[in-house]
T-cell receptor, first 116, second 114 residues
Framework: QQQVKQSPQSLIVQKGGISIINCAYE??????FPWYQQFPGKGPALLIA?????SEKKEGRFTISFNKSAKQFSLHIMDSQPGDSATYFC???????????????FGKGTKLSVIP | DSGVTQTPKHLITATGQRVTLRCSPR?????VYWYQQSLDQGLQFLIH???????AKGNILERFSAQQFPDLHSELNLSSLELGDSALYFC?????????????FGEGSRLTVL
């Protein structure tokens, strides 16, 4: 059962455009929603994250929008640049069965290509 | 550089064989997570260790096992390998001060099973 659904699978955007990636989750116990960025040959790295008590968080050109009632969140990349070309993963976190383990459940990823 | 070290970076082996992947977490991090990344499944959580103890299991096959040693490094053992086990295997560690929500990933070990 995939608990975090991410779309689209791939995205091509012109330089200067807006990139939008969407995620939906099912588990209402999730309480932390990060986005990770992965460049080829590298491991994923935290880009930006949000908790469900706010509806939006902005860091530079990157914004997370969060809709708790719809159980959806999205990443917006403003003024997209070729250097933003990477794979983006949304994720969600909760405590695991009370065993003292926190873990991230990832979406399947979106490969973003920003063309000049 | 995340501070998480994984070896080997690349590994090619044959079906039926056994391999061991190694991970050194960031200095002082007590938690080690293993993830499998394949093209069609994204990042799949395998297992979590905290200070030497197994804390949670995800989609880990019975042919796979892991452990975390007293020096906090971890090893993922994959046995009776099948073609479908070909993937990137990531290790990640999390903050020594408790769960902040951030995982620090190594650069991965790419396993190819022929």
């Amino acid at each position: 059962q995939q608990q975090v659904k991410q779309s689209p699978q791939s995205l091509i955007v012109q330089k200067g455009g807006i990139s939008i990636i969407n995620c939906a989750y099912e588990n209402t116990a999730f309480d932390y929603f990060p986005w990770y960025q992965q460049f080829p040959g590298k491991g994923p790295a935290l880009l930006i994250a949000i908790r469900p008590d706010v509806s939006e968080k902005k860091e530079g050109r990157f914004t997370i929008s969060f809709n708790k009632s719809a159980k959806q969140f999205s990443l917006h990349i403003m003024d997209s640049q070729p250097g933003d070309s990477a794979t983006y993963f949304c994720a969600a976190s909760s405590a695991y069965s009370g065993a003292g383990s926190y873990q991230l459940t990832f979406g399947k990823g979106t490969k973003l290509s920003v063309i000049p | 550089d995340s501070g998480v070290t994984q070896t080997p970076k690349h590994l090619i082996t044959a079906t039926g064989q056994r391999v061991t992947l190694r991970c050194s977490p960031r200095s002082g991090d007590l938690s080690v997570y293993w993830y499998q990344q394949s093209l069609d499944q994204g990042l799949q959580f395998l297992i979590h260790y905290y200070n030497g103890e197994e804390r949670a299991k995800g989609n880990i096959l019975e042919r796979f096992s892991a452990q975390q040693f007293p020096d906090l490094h971890s090893e993922l053992n994959l046995s009776s390998l099948e073609l479908g086990d070909s993937a990137l295997y990531f290790c990640a560690s999390s903050s020594r001060q408790g769960w902040t929500g951030e995982l620090f990933f190594g650069e991965g070990s790419r396993l190819t099973v022929l």
